[in-house]
């Protein structure tokens, strides 16, 4: 059996808000539990009992594997993020949206620039182009705005396609 499946064994519970600090970590070795599939079954036991003991919310996924909400995700969906690029100075030079999406099993990336399309239009036509890719329905509104978009350049707007 190859190395790298061993990884899968390995479990650690997070506690929301606690990114890169594990509340509990366990390996679960193949060898020493009879086998893959014993060594996957035990490891889903004991990662049950402990986010029922340390009271973690089990989060919610869509059907395939991919969770609905993280507390990085600001945008309401997943495969859509709002992205600022910065000067060396860490002054913000352009905003745009960004729809992430598989196409023939490779992803792919569509940018809309706020500056272009506004700030709900770029966000419109990143939520269709993810859209059109998974088959999940566009949510009606976008975000709020973050704060710091205000730091733009100036002569960026932030307004919407009509």
Known sequence: MPIYLLALIVDRQHRPGENKVAAASKHFSDSKNGGYEV?????????DAQMAALDIAE?????????????????????LRLMPDR??????????????FMVDGKQRIRTYMVRKYGYIGAWRLAATERSRHDGQPVPAAPPKAPDWLNEMEPGTEQGSIP
Do not use: M, Q
């Not at 060594?39 to 990662?47: C, E, H, I």
């Not at 989060?59 to 495969?79: E, V």
């Open 39 to 47: 060594a996957l079954t035990a490891a889903r036991a004991w990662r």
């Open 59 to 79: 989060r919610a996924c869509d059907g395939n594997g991919h969770c609905l909400f993280y507390k990085r995700n600001r945008s309401g969906k997943i495969g």
């Open 87 to 100: 000067h060396p100075d860490r002054r913000i030079r352009r905003v745009y949206w960004e729809a992430r």
